[in-house]
Nanobody, 124 residues
Framework: QVQLVESGGGSVQAGGSLRLSCAASTFTYSYCMGWFRQAPGQEREGVASISPGGAATYYSDSVKGRFTISRDNAKKSIYLQMNSLKPEDTAMYYC??????????????????WGQGTQVTVSS
């Protein structure tokens, strides 16, 4: 039932930065939130996820140290700060949400709610 809308994508030179935003239609404090991406010809992969309160975060090895996921529950939004971007980061980026139940907020491909995506293109 939650609706997610991504924004902030665009084209950037390698080494540059972008900040993606995801606005949710409902209060998101109880939801795990995550960012996923899919490049042309590739399967979707998890990028980062965050627990309802923001205390726990998870990152793929490929972005760890360069990307930072955060959330502002008062604004019903999550963010992905992307620094030191590489051409391999080029992909459609999707915001996702799920109720953690007993499984926590690990970066797994089991998020039932998805946004439409925002394109990120990094040129060399």
């Amino acid at each position: 039932q939650v609706q997610l809308v991504e924004s902030g994508g665009g084209s950037v030179q390698a080494g540059g930065s972008l900040r993606l935003s995801c606005a949710a239609s409902t209060f998101t404090y109880s939801y795990c939130m995550g960012w996923f991406r899919q490049a042309p010809g590739q399967e979707r992969e998890g990028v980062a996820s965050i627990s309802p309160g923001g205390a726990a975060t998870y990152y793929s090895d490929s972005v760890k140290g360069r990307f930072t996921i955060s959330r502002d529950n008062a604004k019903k939004s999550i963010y992905l700060q992307m620094n030191s971007l590489k051409p391999e980061d080029t992909a459609m980026y999707y915001c996702a949400a799920k109720i953690p139940y007993g499984g926590g907020c690990y970066l797994m491909d089991d998020f039932p709610y998805w946004g439409q995506g925002t394109q990120v293109t990094v040129s060399s």
